[in-house]
């Protein structure tokens, strides 16, 4: 049996390529941005809670989040890494499913297999990814890992392992690799939005068909 995890929304990036405007507040379909990931998480019955690392950098996103019930840490801004080490470090043990706010195309079930793969792995960081010639095109500028010559592109998600009295350790984690294709459309350009739209609009004319 696939065991909870408490879900983090990161939502504190700097968003440098949406003409200063907060990358979680951009509207999706008239939706902003980071209630996809919001939505997903709250569907998904293996989550327990969600929480939400905001920053500096997003004002507007923690007052929202506020505004909608929710207490965000705000953190330094400085990074996605420092930010998620600077909420842990408050944490108690357990386990973590750390979400990207920007893949707006994600869903419940790409969550509980995300929880569902965790189990095969004992490393206290693991990262999923989608193979790059699986998702090329889907993102303008799309971040890329490359491992004994395979690329690969982050799918927006994150495991991670808290242990009370061990160092915290985010800087190798553990590939896990998803088979979700509509994860690698990932929101920093004003042409991820449009491809993002067209995906969701595409989703939900298969759904109501």
């Known amino acids: 049996m ?3 995890a408490k879900a983090v929304i990161m939502c504190g990036g700097k968003g440098r390529r ?3 405007l907060e990358k979680p507040l951009i509207k999706i379909l008239e939706r902003p941005l980071i209630d996809y990931a919001l939505n997903a998480l709250i569907r998904c019955h293996k989550i327990e809670k969600v929480d939400f690392v905001s920053s500096q950098n997003t004002p507007a996103t923690t007052k929202y989040l506020i505004e909608l019930g929710f207490e965000p840490f705000v953190g330094s801004g400085s990074s996605f890494l420092d930010d998620l080490l600077e909420y ?7 386990d973590y499913l750390i979400v990207s706010c920007d893949i707006p195309t994600i869903k419940p079930h790409h969550i509980e297999a995300a929880l569902k ?4 792995h004992n490393e206290g960081y693991l990262m999923y990814v989608l193979m790059y010639e699986n998702v090329k095109g889907l ?3 799309p971040s890329l890992i490359n491992r004994e ?3 690969y592109q982050p799918a927006g998600l994150r495991y991670i392992r808290r242990k009370t009295g061990r160092p915290l350790e985010i800087s190798d984690p553990r590939l896990v690799v998803l088979p979700f294709w509509e994860l690698g459309v990932n929101v920093n350009t004003v042409e991820d939005i449009v491809t993002a739209e067209l995906i969701l609009k595409s989703s939900a004319e298969k759904i109501n068909s």
């Open 139 to 141: 993102s303008k500028i």
């Open 2 to 4: 696939t065991a909870k």
């Open 88 to 94: 842990l470090r408050y944490q108690p043990q357990g």
């Open 117 to 120: 793969q965790s189990e095969n």
């Open 18 to 20: 949406m003409a200063g």
């Open 149 to 151: 010559g395979v690329d």
